[in-house]
């Protein structure tokens, strides 16, 4: 079965079936992305977690991604192949599986390139950062990082302030690692900032932490 049948299969017990029918093929890959990633987060949110049925909610995740990003891919859909790419790499970070984090990664940053889209490289690249970063590679994860301030500009304008607030909290981690303690405190204010006005109380409490820390 090609891809286009496989999430046509995947979508057949929808609760909208006449709606699903009445998409595009593209829609409809994302909408069992959608469904997939909302899976995972009621995995995620369900306690106490059984790792045997966690392992199977995330390759069931993993999956259906997987197809979904095949679609995108015939249908040359960059920016929905973008997302799925990102949400791939995430779910092989969540697995240890470092090396196919990357390659999901490094794929959605070419793809990203090819949409001429600012924002979609910048949040490509961050994520790349991240698994740079989780493997110890921490000058290219800085380069990564530093790309996407970049791209999304020195105030964030255009950029949806939590976006900014996410791009900043791993550099600031970074620059901790590689002791440089100064340029730490300057980026976790400025997340503390943003991480507030987008009313992340999670987010200002790490960043308040991590500057109580810092002296």
Request: net charge neutral; hydrophobic share 45%.
């Amino acid at each position: 079965m090609d891809a286009i049948g496989i999430i046509d299969k995947i979508l057949v017990n929808d609760r909208h079936p006449t709606t699903m029918r009445a998409m595009s093929t593209v829609d409809r890959a994302v909408a069992s992305v959608g469904e997939a990633w909302a899976l995972r987060g009621e995995a995620l949110a369900a306690a106490p977690a059984d790792p045997e049925a966690s392992r199977a909610v995330a390759e069931r995740v993993r999956t259906r991604i997987g197809e979904a990003a095949a679609v995108f891919r015939e249908a040359g859909a960059h920016p929905e192949l973008v997302d799925a790419l990102g949400k791939l790499g995430h779910l092989e970070r969540d697995a240890g599986r470092q090396e196919a984090a990357r390659s999901c990664c490094e794929e959605a940053v070419a793809v990203a390139r090819d949409t001429g889209d600012p924002v979609v490289v910048a949040h490509a690249v961050r994520h790349l950062g991240d698994v740079h970063r989780e493997a110890g590679r921490l000058a290219p994860a800085e380069a990564c990082y530093e790309e996407a301030l970049a791209l999304y500009g020195p105030s964030g304008a255009g950029v949806a302030t939590l976006a900014h607030a996410n791009a900043l909290r791993p550099l600031a981690i970074l620059k901790e690692t590689r002791g440089r303690l100064g340029e730490a405190r300057a980026l976790w204010n400025r997340a503390r900032t943003l991480y507030r006005e987008a009313g992340i109380g999670a987010g200002v409490a790490e960043c308040a932490d991590r500057l109580r820390r810092l002296g």
